[in-house]
Nanobody, 127 residues
Framework: QVQLVESGGNSVQPGGSLRLFCKAS????????MAWFRQAPGKEREGVAAINTGSGRTYYADSVKDRFTISPLNVENTLYLQMNNLKPEDTGMYYC????????????????????WGQGTQVTVSS
């Protein structure tokens, strides 16, 4: 089992940057796919970025490629999502998720594939 706690959400103007944090605890020695999802009001939760903690392979939604970067877990078991050039359509509740995967396994971007979730952190992009 792994527990996840997100932080770093805030309000920012278009074109600005934010860094989100996901602190993992519990069974952090196993190999996982860890991902960021977001959900805007009235919309389905969508995958934004994912990483295999063993291989380091990353995955991104087309809407955030070249703007967002997901980082591997650091020595403090914290996952980052660096978000640059933010747009109003990036507004939503951002969730960290994890699911055990083999070292070479691909990381899906579907919420049904992830067992462990954090409580979310709000990102608002508005002028």
């Amino acid at each position: 089992q792994v527990q996840l706690v997100e932080s770093g959400g805030n309000s920012v103007q278009p074109g600005g940057s934010l860094r989100l944090f996901c602190k993992a605890s519990g069974d952090t020695d196993s190999n996982y796919c860890m991902a960021w999802f977001r959900q805007a009001p009235g919309k389905e939760r969508e995958g934004v970025a994912a990483i295999n903690t063993g291989s380091g392979r990353t995955y991104y939604a087309d809407s955030v490629k070249d703007r967002f970067t997901i980082s591997p877990l650091n020595v403090e078991n914290t996952l980052y999502l660096q978000m640059n050039n933010l747009k109003p359509e990036d507004t939503g509740m951002y969730y960290c998720a994890a699911d055990r995967r083999p070292f070479s396994g691909a990381c899906p971007m579907r919420m049904t594939e992830y067992k462990h979730w954090g409580q979310g952190t709000q990102v608002t992009v508005s002028s």
